[in-house]
Every structure is written in C-alpha cells, then in structure tokens.
C-alpha cells in the first residue's frame, strides 16, 4: 500500500509563495510519474502539474500555473514538490498529490493512490 502525506500549506497573500511538499512511503518513488492536483469549493478536481518518473522527469503544467509554479521530485528522499510562486486568490483550493498508473498525466482516473490533501488559501 502506498501512502502520500502532503504539507506545507497555509495562508498566504496575493502575491506570496508557498512550497508544498508530499512524502510517498515505498521504495518504488522514482519509477512513477507523480501529480499535483486541486480542488476548490464546489468545483471539480483539476489538474495542476506532473513530474515523469526517473531523474530528469518531464514536467507538465496546466495553462492557469504556468510559468508561476514549479513541480519537482528528489528520489533520494521519495518526495514531491510544487513551488507557487506570484499566487492568486483563484489558487485558493485542496491540494493533492497522487501517483500516476497509466494513460494522461491530467486526468485524475489516470492515478491511482491520492494523498489526503493539503489547504491553500491566498488573501486577496
């Protein structure tokens, strides 16, 4: 069973930053793609980011966080990270990670196992 525990976030304002973190137990971290996921009030679960697996990982972002946030993974220590950086209100939501299993990277059905996820809130 793998499990996924997500920290690092919190209150923050418009314009700040916030580097979120999600620790995977299991010593198969670096053969899978993993994924950053959100999830606002009343609305669906979206795609955020994806790192591929292995060292040199290719990352995917979603139009609404490109060139503002940054996935990245350290094998050694089988984590995630997603740096915000110049966040907005409309970032404010649930953040989950989630270990991709098969087919696109931006679809949710294509993971597997899901982290309990972690809040973010920018004051405007």
């Known amino acids: 069973q793998v499990q996924l525990v997500e920290s690092g976030g919190g209150l923050v304002q418009a314009g700040g930053s916030l580097r979120l973190s999600c620790a995977a137990s299991?010593?198969?971290?670096?053969?899978?793609?993993m994924g950053w996921f959100r999830q606002a009030p009343g609305k669906e679960r979206e795609f955020v980011a994806a790192?591929?697996?292995?060292?040199?990982?290719?990352?995917y972002y979603a139009d609404s966080v490109k060139g503002r946030f940054t996935i990245s993974r350290d094998n050694a220590k089988n984590t995630v990270y997603l740096q915000m950086n110049s966040l907005k209100p409309e970032d404010t939501a649930v953040y989950y990670c989630?270990?991709?299993?098969?087919?696109?990277?931006?679809?949710?059905?294509?993971?597997?196992?899901w982290g309990q996820g972690t809040q973010v809130t920018v004051s405007s």
């Open positions: 790192i591929t697996s292995g060292g040199g990982g290719i990352t």
């Open positions: 299991g010593r198969t971290f670096s053969s899978y793609g």
């Open positions: 989630a270990r991709w299993f098969a087919g696109g990277y931006a679809s949710p059905s294509n993971y597997l196992y």
